[in-house]
T-cell receptor
Framework: LAKTTQPISMDSYEGQEVNITCSHN???????ITWYQQFPSQGPRFIIQ???TKVTNEVASLFIPADRKSSTLSLPRVSLSDTAVYYC????????????FGQGTTLQVKP | NAGVMQNPRHLVRRRGQEARLRCSPM?????VYWYRQLPEEGLKFMVY????????ESGMPKERFSAEFPKEGPSILRIQQVVRGDSAAYFC??????????????FGAGSRLTVL
């Protein structure tokens, strides 16, 4: 299983760029790195996914070094509505479907 | 194009009663996952099912809990003889692809079970 480690919490201010780093030392060769966002009382929502180098979409960027043992989610110019829990996933247990979410990073954006 | 639909959104049961949570995956998705989330905690994997088959139930308690995903109809997570410790949010997710590789899960809004 690709166990992930990420900071428990982070604080930021509106308009700043936020970078959340996740380590996944045991990621499997064919697994992608996926990030989800969860607001209180809601289900997690897919943000971004990548295999290596850099991926960018309308919401965030994902940086993955060549060794793929870590990844960094970058949120540009955060707003109060970005306050949420962010989960990093480094793939599942083969084909069994057991995706491990971990505790995630609670991001608090302040005005 | 409806997403993953879960019902009921809120369910209250007394100790010893049964709870049935239903999940309709996104159209075209044949892979369903159930997760449990206790207050202030992360999501804990319970079970992964494909149509008519349980693929991985390693996260589900062996007693009182069962899950199914029949050929027709929604996936159902069933909790018999509920206890207070079963109070939690239960999230269902579905995916188009099988796990592994570039798999992406789409989650429902969750069912919140309260056991009195």
């Amino acid at each position: 299983l690709a166990k992930t480690t990420q900071p428990i919490s982070m604080d930021s201010y509106e308009g700043q760029e936020v970078n959340i780093t996740c380590s996944h030392n045991n990621i499997a060769t064919n697994d992608y790195i996926t990030w989800y966002q969860q607001f209180p009382s809601q289900g997690p929502r897919f943000i971004i996914q990548g295999y290596k180098t850099k991926v960018t979409n309308e919401v965030a960027s994902l940086f993955i070094p060549a060794d793929r043992k870590s990844s960094t989610l970058s949120l540009p110019r955060v707003s109060l509505s970005d306050t949420a829990v962010y989960y990093c996933l480094g793939g599942g247990s083969g084909n069994t479907g057991k995706l491990i979410f971990g505790q995630g990073t609670t991001l608090q954006v302040k005005p | 194009n409806a997403g993953v639909m879960q019902n009921p959104r809120h369910l209250v049961r007394r100790r010893g009663q049964e709870a049935r949570l239903r999940c309709s995956p996104m159209k075209g998705h044949s892979h369903v996952y159930w997760y449990r989330q206790l207050p202030e905690e992360g999501l804990k994997f319970m079970v992964y099912l494909q149509k008519e088959n349980i693929i991985d139930e390693s996260g589900m308690p062996k007693e009182r809990f069962s899950a199914e995903f029949p050929k027709e109809g929604p996936s159902i997570l069933r909790i018999q003889q509920v206890v207070r410790g079963d109070s939690a949010a239960y999230f269902c997710a579905s995916s188009l692809k099988a796990p592994g590789g570039a798999n992406v899960l789409t989650f429902g809004a969750g069912s919140r079970l309260t056991v009195l």
